[in-house]
């Protein structure tokens, strides 16, 4: 089973709200990764959890949160977004975080912020 | 510095013909990883093929090969026998190092396939 599923599918929020958006693979994979991608533009990097502890963040606003409770599951926290924020956010999982081991990405959330 | 070059934005093809994406890029590592992945409007991004920089092959997966020209720093994908699925936007991505992470795409190519 190589999926990674992610929940919402759309989000609409409004700048003073709090929501979460889920990601989950069994996979067993131990690096799981967000991203945020504007229109017609490539993937960026967010955030990179290795072995559940936070390794890679690019300096991501805080109004961002990530949170991996487990080895399956990651969460991103979103508070107090601004419209700009309005993006996909791909999670994506791979057998490790070094090495030549591709990443799986799940379907994304569209998210809108108001 | 950019470090994963597509010159084509987009690129049309006749259905059951070839096609080849253009991806160049920069580094000084020895040691990296360069993918391809298919992103159709749906926005799942799919993973194709890998090519390390140590492999003395060319990789190849089902109808998608990468032709890979190391001293011209070139990863193109070739795409045989298209197929009007394949129609969507295609990323090329590099990862420096063995223990880094951090993977980063290049700007894509949207591939239109005419029937």
């Known amino acids: 089973d190589t999926e990674v599923t992610q929940t919402p599918k759309h989000l609409v929020m409004g700048m003073t709200n709090k929501k979460s958006l889920k990601c989950e693979q069994h996979?067993?994979?131990?690096?799981m990764y967000w991203y945020k991608q504007k229109a017609k533009k490539p993937p960026e990097l967010m955030f990179v959890?290795?072995?559940?502890?936070?390794?890679i963040n690019e300096s991501v606003p805080s109004r961002f949160s990530p949170e991996c409770p487990n080895s399956s599951l990651l969460n991103l926290h979103l508070h107090a977004l601004q419209p700009e924020d309005s993006a996909l956010y791909l999670c994506?999982?791979?057998?490790?975080?070094?090495?030549?081991?591709?990443?799986?990405f799940g379907p994304g959330t569209r998210l809108t912020v108001t | 510095a950019q470090k994963i070059t597509q010159t084509q934005p987009g690129m049309f093809v006749q259905e059951k013909e070839a096609v080849t994406l253009d991806c160049t890029y920069d580094t000084s590592d020895p040691s990296y990883g360069l993918f391809w992945y298919k992103q159709p409007s749906s926005g799942e991004m799919i993973f194709l093929i890998y090519q390390g920089s140590y492999d003395q092959q060319n990789a190849t997966e089902g109808r998608y090969s990468l032709n890979f020209q190391k001293a011209r720093k070139s990863a193109n994908l070739v795409i045989s026998a298209s197929q009007l699925g394949d129609s969507a936007m295609y990323f090329c991505a590099m990862r420096e190092g063995y223990n880094n992470n951090d993977m980063r795409f290049g700007a894509g190519t949207r591939l239109t396939v005419k029937p």
């Open positions: 959890y290795s072995y559940e502890k936070l390794s």
């Open positions: 994506a999982s791979s057998l490790k975080t070094t090495g030549s081991y591709e990443q799986y």
């Open positions: 996979m067993g994979h131990r690096a």
